[in-house]
């Protein structure tokens, strides 16, 4: 084992972060002085992560002499006083500016000179925790994610009069403790709680506007995108008791920015106690145990004969739709307009389907949209979207077309943008305007977000993979549709996606 960069480490909370953060310091080889005011949870971390190592190495995953090291390294202590050896510590207990001003005050005149005190706060600011302190120099923040074991990324937040040498040293034993460090300026959500802001928020908006319900939106995007949990699913893991407020505290903080405005349903849920699999098996979904029932899909309709169909000239990905028609069987209309007989198809990016009806004078009750913004071929799931004078016969005909060869097929309400259009839109451009702040580098904000999110692509990489001036025109769009600043796209995304470069791009410092 390496010489630890930091040989004596403390740890002050020891709830599941506290916890967290004391066994992978322990497995780096440091000395871990654990404190929390309450001394029962101290002894009861350290019975937990005692258990938790003998485990290890009974599924062979660790070997004795290890486990033991690691029990010998992680030491009780009953007051700060005695954290006056440590070259570092770590803070993780509640997430309150006056708690945490407090307890750095205390612990600056404890530990020496030299010693880096860190915050793993996931919300408040470390220049404010800072602020009080004589050596504010020697102060950072460390967010780590929980469970700490498993979420292997860690932010490095330098607040204003934060040394780099003193990132560089948290850098560096981030690394030794088995993790991949980021690094974060200090502003609010910092780079993941910031960044995550695209998936569930605009998620909630199109639920507000009855596109679609909770079910068919995490559909969407898993069958769609990628994602491993739809932001319904999510929010019932996560609880909107922790959602809600982190929501509402970066709309606060950004000074009622309105990419980040909350939503009224996720609020209302909050008040009635409705969070999540800790309430009671009661969230978006249902749950029986801890296993949850989402409501059945229906199944396409049957359709005896199936209208000829004829193709807008300003569909996103034409040729690949008459190629997808072509395979599926249809009937295709080559004339410069539809017969009165044909089901109208058309494939707006950032449009909605009235508009485009309007606009194009096109029979609004033949016509029906498909989401093209990603490769049919490269997703498990197709989302048509009728406007409000769509025929039933008409919409139940699209449906029953598209499900021929036995892909999934979702029917939405009309709207600007479809589901995947809307939040891909939202991530890729909050994501932008990050970079464009210069929080962090494009390469750490992907690495952060895959890694504290669990997206299949970083938001830039996204961007990249669906094309930075596909996602540009679903935004023009949809501020033409919505007429809201939330959709205003990022000036980096707009160089980005003019000069043709890709959003990975690192730009001269």
Not at 30 to 59: P, Y
Not at 302 to 325: C, F, G, M, N, Y
Request: hydrophobic share 45%; aromatic share 6%; charged share 20%.
């Amino acid at each position: 084992m390496n010489t630890p960069h930091f040989k004596t480490v403390g740890v002050v909370g020891a709830g599941a972060m506290g916890r967290g953060i004391a066994q992978i310091a322990a497995q780096a080889g440091s000395a871990v002085l654990l404190f929390d005011t309450q001394a029962d949870a101290v002894a009861k971390a350290r019975d937990a992560l005692g258990a938790q190592w003998d485990k290890l190495v009974e599924k062979g995953r660790l070997d004795a002499a290890a486990a033991a090291g690691h029990k010998a390294r992680l030491k009780p202590v009953a007051s700060l006083s005695e954290l006056a050896t440590c070259e570092l510590v770590i803070e993780a207990v509640v997430e309150r500016l006056d708690v945490k001003k407090t307890l750095f005050t205390e612990l600056e005149d404890i530990v020496g000179p030299q010693a880096v005190l860190a915050t793993n706060t996931s919300s408040l600011s470390v220049t404010a925790i800072a602020a009080a302190l004589k050596r504010p120099a020697q102060f950072a923040g460390y967010h780590f994610f929980n469970p700490v074991p498993l979420m292997k990324v860690v932010e490095v937040i330098a607040g204003l009069k934060t040394a780099t040498a003193v990132c560089e040293a948290l850098t560096q034993y981030a690394r030794q403790m088995g993790h991949t460090p980021v690094q974060a300026a200090d502003t609010p959500g910092f780079i993941v709680n910031h960044a995550g802001r695209g998936y569930g928020t605009e998620a909630l908006r199109i639920v507000s506007e009855n596109v679609a319900d909770f079910a068919t939106i995490d559909r969407i995007l898993k069958d769609q995108v990628g994602f491993r949990m739809g932001p319904f699913e999510l929010f019932d893991l996560t609880g909107l008791d922790v959602s809600h407020p982190v929501m509402e505290s970066i709309y606060r903080q950004y000074y009622d920015e309105p990419r980040y405005r909350p939503s009224v349903i996720a609020a209302q849920r909050v008040a009635g106690g409705v969070l999540g699999r800790k309430s009671g098996g009661e969230g978006f979904y249902k749950y029986e145990g801890s296993v949850m029932q989402p409501p059945s899909e229906p199944p396409a309709p049957k359709v005896d004969e199936l209208p000829p169909v004829w193709v807008s000239p300003r569909a996103a990905r034409r040729a690949e739709l008459l190629q997808l028609l072509k395979d599926l069987g249809a009937k295709i209309e080559t004339g410069a307009t539809p017969s009165a007989q044909a089901l109208t198809l058309v494939a707006p990016l950032g449009f909605d389907v009235t508009t485009v009806a309007a606009v194009d004078r096109l029979d609004a009750t033949r016509t029906v949209g498909i989401d093209l913004l990603i490769d049919d071929k490269a997703t498990k799931r197709r989302v048509l979207a009728t406007n409000p004078a769509t025929r039933a016969d008409i919409r139940d005909a699209a449906h029953a077309l598209f499900a021929r060869d036995g892909k999934a097929v979702s029917v939405v309400r009309d709207s600007g943008g479809f589901v995947t259009q809307r939040v891909v839109a939202a991530i890729v451009n909050i994501a932008s305007d990050i970079c464009q702040q210069r929080i962090c580098s494009p390469q750490d904000l992907d690495t952060a977000v895959t890694l504290g999110l669990g997206y299949p692509l970083g938001p830039l990489a996204m961007g990249d993979k669906f094309g930075p001036t596909n996602v540009l025109e679903v935004l023009f769009n949809l501020q033409t549709v919505y007429g809201d600043p939330r959709y205003r796209p990022s000036p980096w995304l707009r160089r980005r996606a003019a000069l043709g470069l890709s959003l990975l791009h690192e730009e001269l410092k």
